[in-house]
C-alpha cells in the first residue's frame, strides 16, 4: 500500500489519463536542485569529452566505454546511477507496470544559434522492441521553450498506430526518418515547454519532432527510456540506421532490468555488459 501511495503522489489519476488520451503528459514532480545541478556539472564533462563531435544527439551516456578510460568509466555510473534512481522508476512504473527495463538514453543538445531539427518521427519505427512499447522521459537541463526547439507532439497521434516514414538526406536533421503520412494533422502541434528539472513523458509512438535551435541559448535534456519487461529486445532485429550523427548498433547494446521480473522471458542482459 505504501508502494501504491508514492508511485500516486509523483504520477496522479489525472496525469495518468492524460498520458493514456494525449501520449504525452509533464507531471508535477520534478528534479532537486541539487540533483539538477548534478546532471548539469555530469552533462558539461560529457560535452567535453565529446568535443569536437556535435552534441545535439549523444547515445548511451549510462554505458561504460570500452576502452575503460576511468575518466568516461566514472561519468557512465553517474549517468547509470541516476537513470535507476528510485524515483525515476516510480514515475514510469504506473505506465508500465511493475516489471521495468532500463534498454536506452541519450543527451540531445541543441547548441545556441546551431542545434539541428528534429523532423517529425515516431520513436518505435527505430527501434527492436517487439511489441512496441516504450516510456520516455526527457528530463530538461535548461529551460526549454519555442525559442530554442523545444520538443512539439501530435495530442492522441499514439493511438492511430504506425505512420509512414521516409529516409531523408538532409544534414540538417539530428534523425533521419521522416515522417510522411497524409493522415496526420501538423496544425494540431503542442508546444512542450519545460524548466530545468521538468520531466516529459511520451509514448512510444507519439509523433513529435522539434525545430531548430537558432536561439541564443541552449536546450539540452537526457532522454530516458525504459520498457515494460513483457516486452521483447529482439537483437535480431536490424532496424536500420536512425541517425544522421552517430553510427548506432542496437544488436549490442546493453540493457537492465531495473525493477522486477523479465516477464518475456527472452531478454538477453549478458550482451555489452563486459566493461562493468
Known sequence: ??????????????????????????????????????????????????????????????????????????????????FTDDQLLDLVEPLLGPDIVLWTAAVFCKPAATGLEVPWHQDGQYWPIRPRATVTAWIALDDVDAGNGCMRVIPGSHLVGEFSHEKSTREDLVLNNVLNDPRIDLASARDIVLTAGQVSLHDVDLVHGSAPNTSGRRRAGLAVRYMPASAHYDRRIDPGQASQTVALDFAQRPIWLARGEDRAGLNDYRVGHTHW
Not at 3 to 28: C, F, K, N, S
Not at 51 to 77: K, S
Open 1 to 82: 500500500m505504501a508502494a501504491a501511495a508514492h508511485h500516486a503522489a509523483l504520477l496522479d489519476e489525472e496525469a495518468i489519463a492524460a498520458y493514456r488520451r494525449d501520449g504525452q503528459v509533464t507531471p508535477h514532480w520534478r528534479l532537486a536542485d541539487d540533483r539538477l545541478a548534478a546532471l548539469r556539472s555530469a552533462l558539461d564533462r560529457l560535452l567535453a569529452l565529446h568535443a569536437p563531435a556535435r552534441p545535439d544527439f549523444i547515445p548511451l551516456p549510462h554505458v561504460p566505454p570500452a576502452d575503460g578510460e576511468p575518466a568516461r568509466l566514472a561519468l557512465a555510473r553517474e549517468f547509470f546511477e541516476f
